[in-house]
């Protein structure tokens, strides 16, 4: 299209189901961007725009997605262009897009309005819910262009308005929501089974809106008012059913958006009356009543008679106060339109049973074992059977962990024995005989004493410092009175809960009020009760409400109040805090108390931490190790407390002021160093340790190593240094205090390193139990100490001993006294330390060949120049 700006642009398509619209200008993937001016609709597919301008001209394509299998489809390129033959100016807004004048909406769905308006200015676009407010979870889309309400339900119906504005007017445009329910079913009808001639009363029942309606139908067949058929919505009564009203049933529930089904057969019954063919036999007891019962299986109900030989029974089928006359067979006839049947029953009068329960009550204690006996005097034709209650309730043996036990003594006698009792099996016991005519029951009570239960709830009347008044409820005595009560209570510093003690002590049984002393101040409780009788102490009872006692001036002092050590003209003073169970209230602090000996006045110094556990005095003026007169005091917000006793502690030695001397360093070979020192004078800061510095000399100090003595030691080996090197070194004195001052640098240059080259050529030569052994000599380089011998080591394997032989000449004889596997190494022996190992010789020897010897070396086969086997 060719347009004059800005008029609205309209491009359409036809519209699909689940599908999404998109327009692509000139090239894909650049799409049109919707905004105040510019929508598309997802109802028609139909782009607009508002108001026209030059940017808008190109091409444009419409794309079609569906949502489902996510194919698109592109139409044909459609151009637009602008018109030059006039220019529209401002006009009033005129809705182009807007939803039907009636929307129904099923309940639950996301409902979306759309309502888009051409214009000059480009129109606002506003909502509003006549009589009433849009949702709170109603979202505007696209520039306010489309209202959606999300899960729309039944008070989202109504009528909305869509209002178009600019400054040359507006215009509006309202439509209805109507929210709607498919039916659903509140009740429905179930299978039916009825003697010919019942009434027949089902009825369904369905929500929905609009309200559902309701049709019958049987067989598949619409279900119309007859004489007997009322049908009225859900009810359906048929009177007096009949054969032909078999059949399957159907209520519907439908409204304009849909109808629900259920379904339900109906089956008349009709057969004549017949009887189990199994004889009956029925028992009576003397002086009972007999109720004769009749049941054949018949439909519709039959009429039942009863005759005894030639005499009819009127009106009532029970015998009353049966005697031995009654005895005999009783016939019943049963009768309905389809037929007639009849039973006899045979009938015997038996005696009466009667039981006898012992003990009828008894009192046990708890832990105690009892029996009870059950025996019955009953006709010995019949057989008896018997059952144990406890509470009117069936005990199961199995789940009382092997408390009861029965025992049948005799036919007509049993026995229950309970052992170890517990207070819970407390309670009436009762005895159930049964035979075929009769069933007897008999009652016993049994009490158990036991410790008390728990007291009630424990209440705190009043709270002090240091005690605390209690009241409590009595719980049951478990049939022996209550002796005492224990007060007992727990702290955040307890190991559990702990006896108090009491005012009144002890608290009798008949108190339920005392007094807690002898607490303490600023502690966080929880108190309980616990009960005592003559059998033992009960349960206790549940906490009471946690409670603070008050504030008090403190009265634990400090323990183990001692000090020492410390830098020169330091006093440490030092202790152990009192714990926060005895600081007695807020503010806790430590007063510190001091005087040299010999004076008089006290110097005191406040330490405000809780947790501190020392304090520094320092004073130039007295000299080291100087005794003084110390006393650490408490004190809190409420006072001042008690100071501990007094002690003597010294004031600092100080760190070592004298320096080491006569120090010594000498060289052991190419790694190891020894250094020996005099210690400095006795006195005030005397050394606990020494500290050995050392450097190279060509190394800066501070790149140094330092190794300290493990006690006193006045000599020390320094180990893994480098060979043939000056190092410098200095000794210091140290104690728990500090460092004292250096000693003067002594030098001392390391030995050259031991030769690299192993001893090679290793050739021996057996001689009887002895092996003669020679090697090349070792030549040492120019960087390496000389050779001034040779280390041979001879180790049997399997054993840690070796044995060691040195020689200054490149040849050794060795003993093999033993038989078995020896192994041979050589070192070259120097100043700087042990040279290289040589390759080792494995010699093989059995004591059980005089001596003889095999040789196995692993440079045999190279170095080798003769061998010989004796």
Known sequence: PSVSPPPLLLLSVSHLLSIMYSWVFNEFPSFVAEDSRRFISQVTGNL??????????????????????????????????????????????????????????????????ECFALGNPVPTITWRKMNGNIPKKARLRKSQAVLEIPNVQLEDSGTYECKAENPRGGTAFKGHIQVYTFPQWISTINDSQLDSGDQLHWECKATGKPRPTYRWLRNGEPLTPQSRVEVVNGELIIQKVQQADSGMYQC??????????????????????????NPVRLIATLGKDMLLGCRPRASPKPRVTWRRGDRRIQPSRRIINSTRSDEGNYVCRAENQFGSAEMTAMLWVKEAMRVDLSPSRMEVTVGESVVLSCRVSHDPSLDVAFQWLLNQQPLNFQQEGGHFEYTQTQSSTVDLMIRSILLKHAGKYGCRAQTSADTVFAEAEVLVRGPPGPPGVVIVEEIKDTTATLSWSGGVDNHSPISSYNLQARSPFSLGWQTLRTDPEPVTGDMESAMAVELNPWVDYEFRVVASNAIGTGDPS????????????????????????????????????????????????????????????????????????????????????????????????????????????????????????????????????????????????????????????????????????????????????????????????????????????????????????????????????????????????????????????????????????????????????EGGTYIIEVRALSEGGEGAISSQVRVLTSSGDNGKLSVIGRDLWNSLSYWSIK
Request: hydrophobic residues 30%.
């Open 48 to 113: 607009y725009v508002s108001k026209v301008q030059p940017s808008d001209v190109g091409s444009y394509i419409c794309l079609v997605k569906n949502t489902v299998t996510n194919a698109r489809v592109l139409s044909p390129p459609t151009p637009l262009t602008l018109r030059t033959d006039g220019l529209m100016g401002e006009y009033e807004p005129k809705i182009e897009v807007h939803f039907p004048l009636s929307v129904p909406a099923a309940r639950g769905v996301t409902v979306r309005l």
């Open 542 to 817: 549940a906490p009471s409400r946690g409670v603070r006692t008050k504030e008090a001036v403190p009265s634990v002092v400090p323990a183990n109040v001692s000090g020492g050590n410390g830098r020169r003209h330091e006093l440490v003073i030092s202790w152990e805090p009192v714990s926060e169970e005895f600081q007695n209230g807020e503010g806790f602090g430590y007063i510190v108390a001091f005087r040299a000996n010999g004076t008089r006045g006290w110097k005191e110094k406040m330490v405000t931490s809780a947790d501190s556990t020392m304090y520094k005095y320092r004073d130039e003026t007295f000299p080291p190790l100087t005794p003084f007169e110390v006393k650490v005091g408490v004190y809190n917000n409420k006072g001042d407390g008690p100071f501990s006793g007094v002690v003597t502690v010294y004031s600092a030695e100080g760190e070592p002021r004298e320096a080491p001397s006569e120090v010594k360093a000498s060289s052991i070979s190419s790694s190891e160093i020894k250094v020996t020192w005099r210690p400095p004078n006795p006195g005030p800061g005397r050394p606990r340790g020494y500290e050995v510095s050392y450097t190279k000399d060509s190394e800066q100090e501070e790149s140094g190593n330092r190794k300290k003595t493990v006690g006193n030691e006045t000599s020390m080996v320094l180990t893994g240094l480098e060979g043939n090197s000056v190092y410098l070194i200095t000794v210091r004195g140290f104690n728990s205090i500090g460092q004292g001052p250096a000693s003067t640098a002594s030098t001392a240059k390391t030995k050259k390193d031991p030769p690299v080259q192993p001893p090679a050529n290793l050739v021996w030569i057996q001689e009887g139990t002895n092996v003669s052994l020679n090697w090349d000599p070792v030549k040492s380089k120019d960087n390496e100490s000389d050779v001034i011998g040779y280390k041979v080591l001879l180790s049997q394997e399997g054993r840690v001993h070796n044995q060691v032989m040195r020689t200054i000449t490149p040849s050794a004889v060795l003993s093999l006294p």
């Open 252 to 277: 519907v529930a439908e409204n304009k958006y849909g109808a629900i089904y259920c379904s339900a057969e109906l089956k008349i019954l009709a057969s004549p009356p017949v009887f189990s063919p």
